[in-house]
């Protein structure tokens, strides 16, 4: 089966992981890996799950796209790899459960692009990034420009892009290219931690958040604001929102104020 061979799926509990699994190519990401992605995000136990990590075998969180694999494209057959594996980058950008790559080693090209796409980036203090595509003649082109502008402003964008300067972890963490660094060999524990704890707030609460999020970016203020205020009228009477009201309710009935002493 493609999937299991090319990208591990494993549940612990109510978080889903994933593995990128070419080691010997530093899980370089040619489009068998990408379309194994695509069905992994599609399996049953992914979309059964709570929370979801990523992370890389071996000694590398990916080396990016196949550089062997765009020799023989043509401007048709990339846009149409666009409407194929190459969509799986905004696919997981665009799952409703919080996502966290798990960093290690080398995470370049594509492979940062990806985990961009995850809501919470992790690393190791082994992590190095870089976008080292315009120096081989072409662009990162699976979020590498549009969310990194997002993420980091335009300014820093080119200095990973243009420059195509090379950022260790605790660059990465100053610049706020990743939200936390960890010591060498525990990005993965780290990361599952953070799931887990994800995984126990109310799932439809969370991901409309992150929608909501993610949304900002594209939105005009109004649009934002609506986007918010619906999401609250939705998510208000939800046994969930409900069960917490009863729950403070209850607790200031019984304790004497309820209140932080
Ligand atoms: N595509 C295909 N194969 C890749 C790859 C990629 N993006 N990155 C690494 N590999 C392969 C190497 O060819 C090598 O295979 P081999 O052992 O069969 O010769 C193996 O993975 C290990 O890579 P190696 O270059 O020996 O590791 P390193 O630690 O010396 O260097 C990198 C690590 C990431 C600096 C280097 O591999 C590299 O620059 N890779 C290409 C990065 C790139 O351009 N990505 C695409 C951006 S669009």
Known sequence: MVTEELIGVERRGEVCILTLRRPDKLNALSYAVEEALAEALASEKLCASRAI???GEG???????????FRDATPASI?????????????????PQPTVAAIHGWCVGGGLELAL??????????????LPEVAIGIIPSS???????????????????LLR?????????????????????????????????LATL????????????????????????LIERVAYAALAQTPDAQGAVEEFLSGQGSSDGGGAA
Do not use: N, Q, W
């Open 117 to 130: 796409a995850a809501d919470f980036r992790v690393a190791d203090e082994s992590a190095r990034f870089k």
């Open 53 to 55: 990590v990523i992370v």
């Open 143 to 161: 979020g590498g420009t549009h969310r990194l502008v997002r993420l980091l402003g335009t300014a820093r964008a080119k200095e990973l892009v």
């Open 202 to 225: 109310p799932a439809l609460a969370l991901s409309l958040a992150k929608e909501a999020i993610d949304a900002m970016a594209e939105s005009s203020r109004d649009a934002g604001l």
């Open 165 to 197: 300067e090379r950022v260790d972890a605790a660059e990465a963490f100053r610049i706020g290219l990743v939200t936390e660094v960890v010591a060498t060999g525990t990005a993965l524990e780290r990361s599952i931690e953070l799931a887990e704890g």
């Open 59 to 69: 000694r590398a969180f990916s080396a990016g796209a196949d550089v062997t694999e």
């Open 79 to 95: 846009l149409a790899y666009y409407r194929a594996t190459g969509a799986v980058y905004e696919r997981f950008a665009a799952l």
